[in-house]
């Protein structure tokens, strides 16, 4: 049985990439067919994801426990196939953006694909305010793979050295963020970005490894780690409500995509590096580095010019601007 979980495990974990580039991908079509506000639309995806990452665990602990796990387990593929046909019954498909139709012949795929990542590398060089949010997202992604899969785990059996706490203070966090990102989909078009991405990286980065560092009472200890979740909730809409409005159509999926793998090649960096961290200096020490680290990223809005731009309007571009698939060209002549 342990092959087929590990084969089932790299299967699940290879699609998530696309599968997240596509979810990207079709939100503004959404977001449009209901007449919301890009901010208004993310708030309420992130706010869902949150939802179903607070209820997800317990309703899993429940069905196990009455069904059993493989039972459950074909539960979550059910609901998984529930979601697919939603998607394409509710979803409209409309026409292709420019450029993005398939490819016949021999090494065609493989020559379409280089396109494709020529093309999202040369708008990502482009764009200096979208090329600041992606590295950033990077950075920020492996120290949150520190923070979840290392350190957040060891603080709850080497400090808190209670399940319970533990899980309190994980949807501490969780709610905290959940009600972020329902209050930037409700004001965050009246807010400046810029403010919003150094006050949010502020909360999840060096006050939360401050609060867990300086290691309170559970009863201040789980409001202020709430406080530190609205960070959670903001940031994420607001990446995605930047990328929507500067990113053209046309190379949505290249650059998303892009951002996508890279975002999700930082976590395992991350939870690598944190090993040795927390192993030579121990889970306070550890949380404060880390800290320090996400205080300098924190910074970076501040530091910058390019950040200012975010609360510009961005400048006009055709749904299908053609100069990011003059790259494409250059790969595969015959598109």
């Given at each position: 049985?342990?092959?087929?979980?590990?084969?089932?495990?790299?299967?699940?974990?290879?699609?998530?990439?696309?599968?997240?580039?596509?979810?990207?991908?079709?939100?503004?079509?959404?977001?449009?067919?209901?007449?919301?506000?890009?901010?208004?639309?993310?708030?309420?995806?992130?706010?869902?994801?949150?939802?179903?990452?607070?209820?997800?665990?317990?309703?899993?602990?429940?069905?196990?426990?009455?069904?059993?796990?493989?039972?459950?387990?074909?539960?979550?593929?059910?609901?998984?196939?529930?979601?697919?046909?939603?998607?394409?019954?509710?979803?409209?498909?409309?026409?292709?953006?420019?450029?993005?139709?398939?490819?016949?012949?021999?090494?065609?795929?493989?020559?379409?694909?280089?396109?494709?990542?020529?093309?999202?590398?040369?708008?990502?060089?482009?764009d200096r305010p979208v090329r600041a949010v992606a590295t950033v997202l990077l950075v920020t992604n492996a120290l949150d793979g520190?923070?979840?899969?290392?350190?957040?785990?060891?603080y709850g059996t080497q400090v808190l050295r209670s399940s319970g706490l533990f899980g309190a203070m994980v949807t501490a966090i969780?709610?905290?963020?959940?009600?972020?990102?329902?209050?930037?989909?409700?004001?965050?078009?009246?807010?400046?970005?810029?403010?919003?991405?150094?006050?949010?990286?502020?909360?999840?980065?060096?006050?939360?490894?401050?609060?867990?560092?300086?290691?309170?009472?559970p009863w201040a200890l789980l409001p202020l780690l709430a406080l530190t979740g609205l960070g959670s909730g903001v940031l994420a809409?607001?990446?995605?409500?930047?990328?929507?409005?500067?990113?053209?159509?046309?190379?949505?999926?290249?650059?998303?995509?892009?951002?996508?793998?890279?975002?999700?090649?930082?976590?395992?960096?991350?939870?690598?590096?944190?090993?040795?961290?927390?192993?030579?200096?121990?889970?306070?020490?550890?949380?404060?580095?880390?800290?320090?680290?996400?205080?300098?990223?924190?910074?970076?809005?501040?530091?910058?010019?390019?950040?200012?731009?975010?609360?510009?309007?961005?400048?006009?571009?055709?749904?299908?601007?053609?100069?990011?698939?003059?790259?494409?060209?250059?790969?595969?002549?015959?598109?």
């Amino acid at each position: 049985a342990l092959p087929v979980l590990v084969v089932l495990a790299f299967v699940v974990g290879a699609a998530r990439g696309p599968a997240e580039t596509a979810r990207q991908v079709l939100l503004p079509a959404a977001v449009e067919r209901a007449s919301v506000t890009v901010e208004a639309g993310t708030g309420a995806v992130e706010a869902a994801r949150r939802i179903g990452l607070m209820t997800g665990a317990p309703l899993a602990g429940l069905l196990i426990a009455v069904m059993g796990p493989v039972r459950t387990l074909c539960t979550d593929v059910g609901a998984a196939l529930l979601c697919c046909v939603l998607v394409v019954a509710l979803l409209p498909s409309g026409p292709r953006p420019a450029g993005q139709d398939g490819r016949d012949g021999p090494g065609g795929a493989v020559a379409s694909y280089l396109a494709d990542l020529r093309a999202g590398w040369a708008y990502l060089g482009g764009d200096r305010p979208v090329r600041a949010v992606a590295t950033v997202l990077l950075v920020t992604n492996a120290l949150d793979g520190a923070l979840n899969g290392v350190l957040y785990p060891a603080y709850g059996t080497q400090v808190l050295r209670s399940s319970g706490l533990f899980g309190a203070m994980v949807t501490a966090i969780g709610a905290g963020a959940l009600l972020g990102a329902a209050v930037y989909g409700r004001i965050g078009r009246r807010l400046p970005r810029r403010a919003l991405f150094v006050g949010g990286f502020l909360l999840v980065g060096a006050v939360r490894c401050a609060t867990l560092a300086v290691g309170p009472p559970p009863w201040a200890l789980l409001p202020l780690l709430a406080l530190t979740g609205l960070g959670s909730g903001v940031l994420a809409p607001l990446m995605m409500s930047v990328a929507y409005e500067r990113v053209p159509e046309a190379v949505r999926g290249r650059v998303f995509g892009m951002l996508t793998a890279c975002a999700l090649a930082a976590t395992p960096l991350g939870m690598l590096a944190a090993g040795p961290l927390l192993d030579g200096w121990g889970v306070t020490r550890a949380l404060v580095a880390t800290g320090v680290v996400y205080l300098g990223v924190t910074m970076a809005p501040l530091v910058f010019p390019v950040w200012r731009e975010l609360d510009a309007p961005p400048s006009p571009r055709a749904p299908h601007d053609d100069r990011y698939e003059r790259d494409r060209e250059v790969c595969h002549p015959s598109l």
